[in-house]
């Protein structure tokens, strides 16, 4: 160790330095979709978990403990290796002719993260007091109109925290994706370390990103929470 000549420049230029940065779009690509997809579904299932019809109840109970119970790198491999079991062959044709690694990491991590956002949503639903809900619906809203209108705007601004927590798993969770050969940050770095034999520098490199991304959304959130949410405190 006390002989090792650490060479920076390996990732500061040349083709290197261009796989990490490819390597940074790509967990920025996967980030982004899962993000956007994981809040949305977990949404739906939050609002199907508090339902008052039963077997949409029991649906979305079984939807959380399925995927809130599993590892997520099991339920990576079971989308990358069994998911032409399952899929249409049309879908299955479509995603072999584009990029079917990356189409697997993101439906698993969307799934996957939805279930801890549907959770983190349906306490921040309960913890607004029900009399709002008998009002609206007292005053001529449905179930889903009173959700839409009254409850879910409440409920989001309260689980801000948990959900930039999620979120920011995602984005860290990400780097399993490698696992399936798609060439994200963690996996770019993996390739440096394997042409190069500098895996201190390579990885250093993909910490520094991984870091990077997570001070940025944190303080976003906390800028978005202070001068949005809370005003009066910033």
Same mark, same amino acid.
């Given at each position: 160790?006390?002989?090792?000549?650490?060479?920076?420049?390996?990732?500061?230029?040349?083709?290197?330095?261009?796989?990490?940065?490819?390597?940074?779009?790509?967990?920025?690509?996967?980030?982004?979709?899962?993000?956007?997809? #994981?809040?949305?579904?977990?949404?739906?299932?939050?609002?199907?978990?508090?339902?008052?019809? #039963?077997?949409?109840?029991?649906?979305?109970?079984?939807?959380?403990?399925?995927?809130?119970?599993?590892?997520?790198?099991?339920?990576?491999?079971?989308?990358?290796?069994?998911?032409?079991?399952?899929?249409?062959?049309?879908?299955?044709?479509?995603?072999?002719?584009?990029?079917?690694?990356?189409?697997?990491?993101?439906?698993?991590?969307?799934?996957?993260?939805?279930?801890?956002?549907?959770?983190?949503?349906?306490?921040?639903?309960?913890?607004?007091?029900?009399?709002?809900?008998?009002?609206?619906?007292?005053?001529?809203?449905?179930?889903?109109?009173?959700?839409?209108?009254?409850?879910?705007?409440?409920?989001?601004?309260?689980?801000?925290?948990?959900?930039?927590?999620?979120?920011?798993?995602?984005?860290?969770?990400?780097?399993?994706?490698?696992?399936?050969?798609?060439?994200?940050?963690?996996?770019?770095?993996?390739?440096?370390?394997?042409?190069?034999?500098?895996?201190?520098?390579?990885?250093?490199? #993909?910490?520094?990103?991984?870091?990077?991304?997570?001070?940025?959304?944190?303080?976003?959130?906390?800028?978005?929470?202070?001068?949005?949410?809370?005003?009066?405190?910033?």
């Amino acid at each position: 160790m006390l002989n090792y000549h650490f060479d920076w420049s390996i990732i500061t230029s040349g083709k290197y330095f261009d796989w990490l940065v490819s390597g940074l779009k790509t967990t920025l690509e996967i980030s982004a979709v899962g993000i956007v997809g #994981a809040f949305l579904i977990g949404l739906l299932i939050a609002v199907l978990k508090m339902s008052h019809f #039963a077997p949409l109840r029991w649906a979305a109970s079984a939807y959380l403990e399925f995927f809130r119970n599993t590892p997520l790198l099991v339920q990576i491999f079971f989308w990358y290796f069994g998911s032409y079991k399952i899929l249409p062959a049309a879908v299955n044709d479509w995603l072999n002719n584009t990029n079917f690694e990356f189409a697997a990491a993101v439906l698993a991590l969307t799934i996957y993260t939805s279930a801890f956002i549907a959770e983190d949503i349906r306490s921040g639903i309960l913890s607004i007091p029900k009399e709002q809900m008998e009002a609206a619906r007292s005053a001529g809203f449905s179930y889903l109109r009173s959700m839409q209108y009254i409850i879910l705007p409440q409920a989001v601004r309260i689980t801000v925290p948990p959900l930039v927590n999620q979120f920011l798993n995602l984005v860290k969770n990400s780097s399993l994706a490698m696992t399936i050969g798609v060439m994200e940050i963690t996996y770019q770095a993996r390739q440096v370390e394997s042409y190069t034999f500098k895996g201190f520098e390579a990885f250093t490199a #993909a910490t520094v990103v991984y870091l990077t991304l997570s001070v940025t959304i944190t303080a976003a959130m906390e800028f978005y929470n202070r001068r949005v949410l809370n005003p009066q405190r910033g």
